[in-house]
């Protein structure tokens, strides 16, 4: 039985619901008025206002320098869309770190100028008094484990983690944190199959995976990587669902073509 049709407002209620019916959780990243009215009207289950804003949108290397503000003005352009979907957004970079307080305070300025769902935010322990805080203000929080791109400057890499046992003992030991926390999910992000599969199993709350494998609960993609806009990025667990940037780039190659020739506009294209 699918729990998600003709449900006019997906909450995290609903997502605990398909984790215990079996039906899989579908999330995309969104970041933008026009996208988001295109993947509500598309069904799609939860919308993350990623800091990967800070890549796809931005140009940035890394997503450290998106701003509170930046991701307030991406959120408010997602909630103006979208009526079904439930809309999650990253707390950024530096924002929650070391300070419940700072984190408290970073979680209610989204919620309220964007009008948002829930925060994500990335680790397990080590932001535990943060999470707690944000809950007991009544705001629902998604968990962040395995590859957590904030921390770049201190694994130095994107690759796959938690290969090593004790680094998988570590990201079990956080799930169950997050879990017992409060958390309504746990975004798992570039870890074994195996692994993923194994903390999907043990813990009660939905498992979100991205380069995860198959057995977790739902699935995120980067927009702009699943659309094909972004040709260099191309890692194993991405699937590309459209070649966006040679539709593109025809496209514009088309009115380039035709504002030069002098074939654009035409008689029926001018007043
Ligand atoms: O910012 C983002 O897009 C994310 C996803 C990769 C899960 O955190």
Redesign the pocket.
């Known amino acids: 039985m699918q729990v998600t049709k003709n449900i006019p407002k997906i909450t995290t209620h609903v997502l605990q619901e398909m984790k215990l019916k079996g039906e899989k959780i579908a999330m995309l ?1 969104g970041y933008d008025y026009s996208v988001a009215r295109l993947l509500d009207e598309a069904g799609i289950d939860v919308i ?1 206002v ?3 804003a800070s890549n796809v949108m931005a140009g940035h290397k890394t ?1 450290l320098p998106i701003t509170i503000d930046q991701m307030i003005y991406h959120a408010s352009s997602v909630m103006r869309a979208v009526k079904r979907a439930l809309v999650v957004v ?1 707390l950024p970079f530096g924002s929650y770190q070391g300070n419940s307080k700072e984190a408290l305070h970073t979680a209610i300025r989204i919620m309220k100028e964007s009008g948002c769902n829930a925060i994500k935010l990335e680790g397990g322990a080590e932001v535990k008094e943060s999470i707690d805080r944000i809950l007991s203000a009544g705001i629902p929080v998604l968990g ?1 484990l395995g590859l957590t791109p904030q921390s770049i400057n201190k694994f130095g890499t994107y690759v796959v983690r938690a290969t090593e046992e004790r680094e998988a003992e570590k990201l079990r030991r956080d799930a169950k944190i997050l879990e017992e926390a409060g958390c309504f999910g746990i ?1 798992l ?1 570039k870890i074994p199959a195996a692994l993923a599969a194994e903390v999907t199993d043990s813990v009660k709350i939905p498992t979100i995976g ?1 380069g995860a494998g198959s057995h977790v609960d739902g699935q ?1 993609l ?1 927009l702009h990587d699943m659309l094909g806009i972004n040709q260099e990025f191309s890692p194993r667990f991405l699937r590309r669902y459209h070649n966006l940037h040679d539709e593109m780039i025809k496209a514009f190659l088309a009115y380039i073509h035709d504002v030069k020739s002098g074939e654009f506009p035409n008689e029926r294209e001018q007043y």
């Open positions: 990243t993350l990623g800091d990967s997503t990253d962040h975004v992000e991205i995120v980067v």
